[in-house]
């Protein structure tokens, strides 16, 4: 029901903005794509600089083994020093995910954070958090761009560790853990109404 009213509450905002020329965009991120992460973004111009944009994307899909079932949610403010929709940005976003990854074979140690215990264990749980992002939108025709974005952040999680991929034994209960790093990479087809 929660989330429900989240979603309610965000599409009642962005329908009672107006839906002028450079006042909406939807976007699809070509990097989620390549991963078959089901994903969309929406983007509403606020002031003549500022826009929120609100991408969305969940991967329910087992391959062979391995997991990366996941959904996310990543609310965003941007600053546009030009126009919206076009040229330079900055943004502040938030972060809201669950997750169930795992036998994901690596040796990925970066900025002090472990991903190789996804190689022999599975990992269930949520997170939360916050970042900073620069971006930069190509136009490529009126209404088409082509946007890069990357975002560094915090993000505190909690999960439960298991022995194998559906129904091994739980080997450890509700650990917290503080990610720092990247939080956001996009390079996203833009439709601009």
Known sequence: MKHKTI???????????????????????LLYDATATVNVGMEAGLAPKWTFDLSGNINAWTI???KWKHWL??????????DR???????????GAAYNVGFITNDIRFLGNDFS??????????????GVAYGYACPLSK????????GVGYVY????????EGC???????????????TKAAINLVYVF
């Open 7 to 29: 979603l309610l509450f965000v599409v009642s905002v962005l329908a009672s903005l107006s839906a002028g020329a450079q006042n909406f965009a939807m976007k699809t991120n």
């Open 64 to 66: 062979q083994d391995a």
């Open 73 to 82: 949610v990543q609310p965003e403010v941007r600053y546009w020093f030009c």
């Open 85 to 95: 929709f076009q040229g330079h940005f900055l943004g502040i976003h938030g972060i």
């Open 117 to 130: 215990i996804l190689s022999d264990h599975r990992v269930q749980g949520y997170g939360w958090g916050a």
């Open 143 to 150: 209404h088409l761009n082509l946007e890069f974005e990357l």
């Open 157 to 164: 999680t909690r999960y439960d560790k298991f022995e194998c």
């Open 168 to 182: 091994g034994k739980q080997v450890a209960d509700n650990v917290p853990y503080h990610y720092v790093g990247p």
